[in-house]
């Protein structure tokens, strides 16, 4: 049926502190949206999630919800949602199934994902997407402080230093948008700009560069924030 075409499978990466998407997924005709975090940061408060859910019905048209009121944990919700919470990082996404997916999508993530394991995680994604599969990603590249890029001040050998990048809340990867783009088509996507933010300046002084970030050009500096929509070649 024409209705049974529209159904897909989707995977959002770092859903951070609750599971109301894959929850709610069901209602745009998802089969099943699989969570996929570095770690269990999820709030396991089902009343907070039916309240949430009575909160979007009057939202919902073509497709139904499933019964949530006799689920007694967020895993039998996510159960009867036919969704899955998956908290192992790169380690979770390398269990997964080849083709899986026909979305791949996160908010304001990839700029987290550790910078060492960026480029595997993205020929992961490539191999879990179907091949008509779409992946779609805003990331943030402001420093997560202040907004600006005093992010950059700072050597890789403090940064990525594992007590520093797992234990600080304001860790990120500090790719530009270049090498993100290119790390993306190196994996094996076609890469499109939806849309690309710039600041009216560059919020930092060169000379306050760390020495490794000093090749980068304004152009890149200058990128805040950016949708990007990719497919396989």
């Known amino acids: 049926s ?11 990466l770092g859903p951070g502190d609750g599971i109301l998407s894959a929850l709610l997924a069901p209602a745009l005709g998802c089969t099943g949206l699989s969570l996929l975090d570095s770690g269990d940061y999820a709030d396991k408060d089902i009343n907070k999630y039916k309240r949430q859910i009575n909160g979007h019905k009057q939202k919902f048209h073509q497709y139904s919800l499933p019964d949530y009121s006799n689920c007694l944990s967020t895993d039998e919700m996510l159960e009867s949602a036919g969704g899955s919470y998956y908290t192992k990082g790169l380690a979770s996404l390398k269990i997964l199934k080849d083709n899986s997916f026909d979305i ?12 060492n394991e960026f480029s595997e995680t993205m020929q992961h994604c490539r191999r879990l997407l179907k091949s008509d599969g779409v992946m779609s990603h805003v990331v943030d590249f402001k420093d997560h402080l202040g907004g ?15 007590w520093f990048a797992v234990k600080s809340n304001f860790y990120t990867n500090r790719l530009r948008f270049s090498e993100i783009v290119k790390i993306c088509e190196e ?11 710039h600041y009216d300046t560059i919020p930092i002084k060169r000379n306050l560069l760390s020495k490794e970030f000093t090749h980068l050009s304004d152009e890149d500096l200058s990128v805040s924030e950016t949708h990007l929509v990719m497919q396989s070649k």
Do not use: M, P
């Open 148 to 162: 600006n890029l005093n992010n950059l001040r700072f050597s890789s050998s403090l940064w990525e230093q594992e």
């Open 187 to 197: 994996s094996g996507f076609e890469v499109k700009v939806v849309y690309i933010s």
């Open 104 to 115: 791949i999508y996160s908010q304001a993530v990839l700029e987290h994902v550790r910078r």
């Open 2 to 12: 024409s209705e049974r075409k529209n159904l897909w499978y989707g995977l959002e």
